[in-house]
């Protein structure tokens, strides 16, 4: 009598292939949501390095009894024979962004001609102006994380890159060479611009004082993206400002990061808008949606425009 066998019973060719697409339809359901949680984390972190600059800044101004200041590096009306070192506020702030050693070092090139060789752009200053610190950079960015040699003013050096930005106000860019609309004159050459960070403040500091529309309603610092702005060296005064003249989250295709009246304004890689650090110190992110007027109304210290904080 013949024995039966037991014998193991495998998968068919079409049992395996639905198998995988099974795993393929759970695997691209899970993804986008794997990605909107990296996202929401790195957003959060974002605007803890707002916070982080909020509180530097207010830390600074208790200390000084100012915002701290930007060093040209182009003479402004009243100040032809001053030497303008090309230092930015973001330099003043290091110690209180417990960066104490490399604010001791910058210290050395605080005085100088930054376009006669001196100030920042002495030769031993390369190696500080190059320097990367997570602080600056938006997690969100991977161009901010690279050194540029396209900066203006440092065209052909490798320089350190800032996603962060102080508000100048929604002064119009370049005047008529901008196509955005904007407070007029553009301010940031001779000053007086109706924001708190701009490349003249060395001739007149800004105090939070000098906030009429609250300090919960006001811009201080917002977000960028250096590919599309060739204006985004971390430690220079000519690059770590911008302007609310054009909309929210303005990216042109392809990228124009030389078009600088129109591309010196905000912008972040978060999905429907940027973070911004209000005056007040807080934090809150600003939907790319928001009406203009009233995100240039949020832009301006003394606009004494009626608007409410998003």
Request: contains cysteine.
């Amino acid at each position: 009598m013949a024995l039966a066998l037991n014998r193991w019973k495998g998968f068919t060719l079409v049992e395996i292939l639905v198998a995988i697409a099974i795993v393929g339809l759970l695997v691209a359901l899970l993804l986008p949501a794997v990605q909107m949680a990296r996202e929401a984390a790195r957003r959060s972190q974002c605007q803890n390095h707002l916070k982080q600059f909020g509180l530097a800044l207010h830390q600074y101004h208790d200390t000084f009894q100012a915002l701290p200041i930007n060093m040209g590096p182009f003479p402004g009306p009243s100040t032809p024979s001053l030497e303008l070192s090309g230092k930015g506020w973001i330099t003043s702030i290091l110690p209180q962004l417990e960066q104490n050693g490399l604010f001791d070092q910058f210290s050395d090139y605080f005085g100088g001609s930054f376009f006669l060789g001196g100030g920042i752009r002495s030769p031993g200053c390369l190696t500080l102006v190059q320097t990367r610190i997570p602080v600056l950079q938006c997690p969100s960015d991977g161009s901010v994380r690279e050194l540029s040699s396209m900066q203006f003013q440092w065209e052909g050096t490798p320089v350190a890159l800032t996603s962060y930005k102080g508000v100048i106000g929604d002064t119009q860019m370049g005047g008529p060479m901008s196509f955005h609309l904007g407070s007029q004159p553009d301010c940031h050459a001779a000053g007086r611009c109706n924001g708190l960070f701009f490349r003249t403040t060395y001739a007149e500091p800004q105090r939070l004082a000098d906030i009429l529309d609250g300090s919960s309603n006001t811009f201080l610092v917002g977000e960028d993206v250096p590919e599309h702005n060739d204006h985004s060296a971390a430690f220079y005064a000519n690059s770590d400002y911008a302007s609310c003249h054009a909309p929210l989250n303005y990216f042109p295709k392809p990228a124009t990061p030389r078009d600088w009246p129109n591309v010196m304004s905000f912008r972040s890689r978060h999905p429907g808008g940027a973070s911004f650090c209000f005056a007040d110190g807080g934090v809150r992110f600003v939907a790319q949606t928001m009406d203009h007027a009233m995100y240039r109304a949020l832009s301006t210290k003394n606009g004494r425009e009626a608007v409410s904080s998003p």
